[in-house]
């Protein structure tokens, strides 16, 4: 009886303890996370987010792959493409439509479906993780939107203390305080690095009828540019850029435009607000501000929204693990840390009403401009393999030539639309 | 023969690995630029003939003709400055005076640099409104407003050229100082004697005696000056309108921005052709020259 007893309570034990060593016995995954966007300071914030991330899922750690910042897509692609061991991508939005097509991802529908937060993600990037692909291939983290940036201190000393609300009212507040004997120009003109970004949400607002789906054409399929608005547009843009703008501006990218309304040079600038991380650290908020997009012809502001996102590898041993690991990247504080780094916005509501940087009032221009009657968001046509050319060369040089005096505003126009071919 | 067999076996790793690492790329590439190889569908990949050489030569925004001539004017004008110059130098360093071990360091200096990063130093130097060369240029009284050094497209080649020289006279300099330290001083002794000016002296022994270090770094810079797109691409992007594409430029546009590697390649196929018929008239040139003296 007593071994019979013995052998009872060792069988007890034994099925008791059972869950323990399963548990213990459960192997560690380990998710392979590249990132895009490289550089020493980010890469640091984001192994912040990681470190958090391992302590409250113990059973995943999280392997950080950092390619350099010129190479990284390309990098990824080549991993991706010999189907080498990566569970997570950080992605760029023009590198969402190859990535697809190729089958380098995915599809997250299930997973997404199966998501109580996902009522936290602002509009736009639900629609942006659906907007290429016949399915949701991968969540953004961050938006970019474009909006007019002021420095509200140098207009004031110029006497402008009305804001141009329509693109008119622009050129002319542009041309008053233009006066290149004293150096002060008005428009920080975006030269370089796809400037097709710019100047299409420029100027399709004088355009009725754009189309949600592609930017370069009206609602009745004609190319955008070659319709009197359009031309309108090519016009005013020559104008602005001869009389508003410093003529070197015609080489200038990012960090130089940066530079133009930070020294006042160009009190205005159109950009993302992630111009708000670099502008920041050298202006006190009262000196500048952002206002919507003036308003063209059309009455209707058409917005395209930029985005950087995370998706998980189609090859991915461990889809349900990555798409945790996305889940947390863009879960309120997470999402609002990573957003200060850039100043882009945020995609969780919840990082808005978390972070204080959100609440300054540059930001208000952005929540205006998203919430008004009058705006309309439209697409980069990204899906189109011919876009990269487009944006890169075709059009860079085209407007170059055009604003350099070398071709006329048709000519301009017949060679963005003999490109497209619409 | 037992031994040539036994030697052709320790050598063969290295044949395996040159093979490897060199020859496999360079095919791989030959290949990609005759296929349809483009990231945004790699799996239509597939042979097309010359079809990528024919859309960059018909490409009618971007003029192949234009992109060939500033890849001639990039190399020559780069290398002539960089070579008259690093000369002058090396020539200037020969004989030994106090500190010059330190002056050399310092001189030396930007061919220890990155491409990129040259680019980009030199880029806010010749920016048009924030520059300092236009803020030197304006205090000194010499200009009277801003020029546009990289965004006027007349200028804009010049100013990457100038930026390309000064990275690339160290090259010259430190070469060709090693060569003129190896001309034996009694040949300058004898030409003394026998009547020969500086100039002469410099035509008739030291350039004679240096000219396989002359032929070998022209050669070799020439090459790399071709392969140095970095310098325009963080200067100038290779515009204005185009005006400072060169060959590289374009290739590295294909990757990097269009993804599209069949094109790139054939980029990669043009210049190496290019490169290889340069050498072999180059090479054939100079020895018919060393030929004629003998």
Known sequence: MKRLIALFCTLLLIVGAMPIMGAVAEEKITLTFVEVMTSPERTLVLEEAIKGFEEKFPNIEIELVSPPYETAETKVASMLAVGQDVDIVEMRDNSVAPWINNGFLYALDELVANWEGKDDLVEAALLAGSSIGDATYFIPQYLYVKALMVRTDILEKLGVTEMPVTTDEFLEVCKKITDPEKGQYAFALRGIGAPCKTTDVMWVTEVPEISEDNIYLTKDGTFYMDTPGGKKAVENYYTLFKECCPPDSINWGFNEQINGFVSGTTPFLVQDPDAVGNVSKSLKPEQYTAIPMPLGDSGKRYLDYGYAGLAVAANSEHPEEAFEFIKYMISGEVNARICEFYGALPVSKAAYETSDMFKLPVYKAWADEMEDENTVFTKFPLEDPRFAEYSSTVHLAAIQSYLLGETTADEFIKTCKDFWGY | ?294
Request: glycine share 8%; net charge positive; proline share 4%.
């Open chain 2, 1 to 294: 023969m037992k031994a040539n067999k036994w030697y052709l076996l320790m050598v063969l790793p290295v044949i395996a690995v040159v093979a490897f690492f060199i020859f496999y790329p360079l095919m791989k590439g030959g290949i990609i630029a005759f296929q349809n190889y483009n990231l945004f569908n790699l799996k239509d990949i597939r042979f097309i003939g010359f079809d990528n050489f024919k859309a960059i030569i018909d490409n009618k925004n971007v003029s192949f003709v234009m992109i060939l001539m500033n890849t001639i004017k990039w190399t020559v004008l780069s290398l002539m400055f960089q070579f008259l110059l690093g000369f002058l130098l090396a020539m200037m360093l020969r004989d030994p005076f106090k500190g010059r071990s330190v002056y050399c360091g310092f001189v030396f200096y930007p061919w220890a640099l990155c491409g990129f990063s040259i680019g980009l130093i030199w880029s806010w130097l010749f920016n048009g409104q924030f520059g300092v060369i236009n803020d030197l240029l304006m205090k000194a009284g010499i200009i009277s407003e801003n020029i546009g050094w990289l965004s006027n497209p007349d200028i804009a080649m010049y100013s990457v050229i100038t930026a390309n020289v000064w990275y690339g006279i160290p090259y010259f300099g430190i070469m060709l100082l090693a060569a003129l330290q190896s001309v034996p001083s009694d040949l300058y002794e004898a030409a003394t004697l026998d009547g020969c000016g500086s100039a002469q002296k410099l035509f008739h022994v030291t350039i004679p005696y240096i000219k396989p270090t002359i032929v070998s770094t022209v050669l070799l810079r020439s090459m790399w000056i071709v392969n140095f797109p970095d310098l325009i691409y963080a200067m100038t992007n290779g515009g204005p309108v185009n005006r400072t594409h060169i060959l590289g430029t374009m290739m590295i546009n294909k990757v990097y921005k269009e993804f599209d590697y069949g094109q790139a390649s054939a980029y990669g196929v043009i210049i190496m052709v290019l490169l290889l018929s340069y050498s072999i008239a180059y090479l054939k040139l100079t020895k018919a020259s060393e030929d004629n003296m003998l």
